[in-house]
């Protein structure tokens, strides 16, 4: 699924079969970055971004024009694109899994936390890995490289076109990994992205890279620091997810609207939660790790999308407490709250991902 004008939705939104609760599907309320519990942050003027080095949260105005980077420049020359495709009968880690069209499921009603989801069964999936090679990167060296999910991103491989030949971002290859199918409970994607485990970073590692490195041909850093994820929604999770689970593979995560949301399934009894587990309590009480993340959400994010009222689907309060705790735990990030901005806002993305993806890879190569 292509970033650049879609909106994900988190619950299927069809008729549901007879038995399964029809997601409720209403405008999510405009938030105020300044109500009680949310974060401390600096008001900017309409238009503009952070300076790319500084730490903290930021207000966006509502003007969302698109950055200089976000469009091609035919003096500046494109990447190589290189498309690889991958299914489910070669993989060890996901061997498929697809919830019936226009079904959904229902919250549990001895635990409203839960999802019973009584119509996902095994399924094939076949997807589509789109690389970008900068016309820099030198035969034979170890490139850095930024895996992103919901490919493929075609605004992240014109960014990277301008960031790179001005110098502002090291020659890295993206790897925009398609989905597996579907959303949220019981599907293909919600399984890879809505987990919370190391299994997706280790599917890349093992399977994703180094057809990449095959097919593509080029060889990409084993070094933490020279390897960032990203993404939106459910997308945005599992980048955080990646480095969370394994902090020897990556350092940099960029996540827009990031769901930061109870809707894990199956139930993982040691994070119930899914992953709300991180702003209730994982990234506060677990020694800091060495992530540097930059996050956004619009003031008409998702809100209670789904069948469950369980008071952990507002993905405004989800971002401004992420933000808190990374804050307490004395982690490197950057938080953009977007007034007139709504889920993975295509505006605020053409507006922001230069300087996101600044803010993520700075310090990149101090010392070296």
């Not at 809505?194 to 080029?218: F, I, K, N």
């Not at 139930?267 to 702003?279: D, I, K, Q, R, S």
Request: charge should be negative; proline fraction near 8%.
């Amino acid at each position: 699924m292509a970033f650049p004008r879609i909106v994900f939705l988190v619950a299927a939104m069809a008729v549901p079969a007879i038995g399964l609760a029809q997601p409720v599907h209403t405008e999510p309320p405009v938030r105020d970055p300044h109500m009680s519990g949310y974060v401390t942050a600096t008001e900017l003027p309409d238009g503009a971004l952070p300076k790319a080095d500084a730490d903290g949260n930021f207000i966006l105005g509502p003007t969302h024009a698109p950055s200089p980077e976000a469009t091609a420049n035919p003096a500046v020359s494109q990447g190589e694109i290189v498309e690889i495709l991958m299914t489910s009968a070669e993989s060890r880690f996901y061997p498929g899994i697809a919830r019936e069209p226009g079904t959904f499921g229902k919250a549990d009603p001895s635990d409203p936390t839960r999802m019973i989801v009584t119509t996902s069964h095994p399924a094939a999936w076949t997807r589509t890995v789109t690389v970008y090679v900068p016309r820099q990167y030198v035969s034979g060296s170890e490139a850095p490289f930024i895996v992103g999910a919901d490919g493929p991103d075609r605004l992240l491989f014109t960014v990277l076109d301008n960031e790179i030949a001005a110098g502002k971002l090291p020659p890295m290859v993206a790897i925009s990994i398609q989905n597996g199918g579907g959303d949220a409970q019981g599907s293909e994607r919600g399984l890879e992205y809505d987990t919370l485990s190391s299994r997706y970073a280790e599917w890349v590692e093992a399977q994703v890279l180094p057809r990449v490195e095959a097919q593509a041909h080029v060889r990409l850093s084993h070094d933490p620091e020279a390897r960032a994820a990203m993404g939106g929604s459910s997308g945005g999770a599992v980048a955080w997810t990646m480095a969370w689970y394994r902090p020897d593979l990556y350092h940099r995560v960029l996540a827009y609207s990031g769901t930061w949301i109870n809707q894990q399934w199956p139930t993982n009894e040691v994070t119930p939660h899914g992953a709300w587990e991180y702003v209730e309590h994982l990234v506060a009480e677990t020694p800091r790790k060495p992530i540097r993340i930059w996050m956004e959400v619009g003031d008409r994010d998702l809100y209670n999308p789904n069948v469950m009222r369980d008071g952990m689907h507002d993905w405004v309060l989800a971002n401004e407490l992420m933000a808190k705790a990374l804050a307490g735990a004395g982690y490197h990030y950057q938080f953009v709250f977007a007034k007139n901005a709504g889920h993975v806002d295509w505006r605020t993305r053409d507006q922001t991902l230069a300087e996101a993806l600044e803010y993520v890879w700075h310090g990149y190569g101090a010392g070296k």
